[in-house]
């Protein structure tokens, strides 16, 4: 019956996901802010939203539970840039902006950096993520945000335009009342479905015998990138790859800043020593890795991508093995 409701968890996630990414890219149009911003901004945020709740609720079921809480994060953010971006390379070259190379990849390391830094704080009891750590890395998010609002809408003014593909341009003469109401049904689904899949997954750890950390890593991360996943393939399937490489940066900005942030604040998120010498050094590698791909011929190309499953695929194999 577990893995039933497993399952269910995460097919309520991809429509949740979806349907809380239609709203807000329709809402977020309607304020005229680039399509760049919309996909490091609301759709990644949007298609964060189900590793926020389901670490929150790891964090707050407190015990071994919440070592599942910051293996989520860890594993998720692996999984973004290794799974998600390499499945999508494949499907189509991504191109790389100017902005994606200043000023977005940057701020991911600079995040990733802060977030090891902080976890490796032993605070007397356990290696973990405190409360004032946590305080610090929202504050971030919320100036990060209002900043790139603010300079797209200020780039919109100064005639600074772009082309946006026909269904981005259908969406945004979705009424209000329409993308208020996907926004909800969003919100519901990704609510729900994180609460069954978060439960699912404690029961089969605890009858597998299997460790809390390595489900938050693995079967978590795979299940709350899913949404990421859905929604840069389909960004790279109709060729809106601003959408798509800005949703997976800003996806991992947004894993560590908002959801390391608030779940930190709200509950701590505890944290085993071997993370600091394994899995957080995987992250900052995979980051790191992005940097040269982008910057080379400014695109990913599917060789590119190759590469990238390979680099996930390694990390599995040595993680389980």
């Known amino acids: ?17 979806d349907f809380l990414v239609k709203g807000a890219v329709g809402l977020a149009l309607k304020a005229n802010v680039s399509t760049l ?8 945020f949007g298609t964060s939203a189900p590793e926020l709740l389901v670490s929150l609720g790891a964090a707050s079921k407190g015990g071994e539970d919440a070592l599942m809480s910051v293996g989520n994060v860890i594993g998720s953010n692996i999984a973004n840039l290794a799974l998600v971006l390499g499945c999508t390379a494949l499907i189509y070259p991504i191109e790389v902006k100017r902005d994606s190379l200043t000023q977005d990849w940057p701020v991911m390391i600079l995040s990733t950096i802060l977030f090891i830094v902080f976890m490796a704080f032993f605070d007397g009891e356990r290696y973990r993520v405190n409360q004032w750590e946590g305080g610090v890395l929202f504050l971030l998010i919320i100036l990060f945000t209002v900043f790139m609002i603010k300079k797209s809408r200020k780039e919109a003014k100064a005639g ?3 082309e946006v ?4 341009e259908e969406n945004k003469g979705n009424p209000l009342w329409k993308s208020s109401v996907f926004l909800i049904l969003g919100c519901l689904g990704l609510v729900f479905g994180s609460s069954w899949l ?10 597998a015998n299997i460790d809390q950390f390595i489900i938050g890593v693995t079967i978590l991360a795979f299940g709350t990138s899913v949404p990421e996943l859905a929604a840069s393939a389909i960004a790279a399937y109709r060729k809106e790859t ?13 894993n560590i800043l908002c959801v390391v942030g608030l779940t930190g604040t709200v509950a701590g998120m505890p944290l085993k020593k071997e993370v600091l010498s394994y899995d957080a050094w995987w992250m900052l590698g995979i980051a790191l890795l992005i940097f040269p791909l982008m910057l080379l011929g400014r695109k990913i190309h599917r060789w590119k991508g190759i590469l990238l499953l390979l680099s996930y695929g390694a990390y599995l194999f040595v993680l389980v093995s």
């Open 160 to 162: 600074k335009t772009e």
């Open 1 to 17: 019956m577990d893995f039933f409701w497993l399952i269910l968890g995460f097919v309520t996630l991809i429509f949740g996901g």
């Open 198 to 207: 978060l439960d699912a997954a404690v029961n089969i750890a605890v009858a």
């Open 165 to 168: 593909d026909e269904e981005i």
């Open 242 to 254: 601003d959408i798509a490489i800005g949703n997976l940066i800003g996806s991992n900005i947004f």
């Open 37 to 44: 911003v919309i996909g490091m901004t609301v759709v990644s």
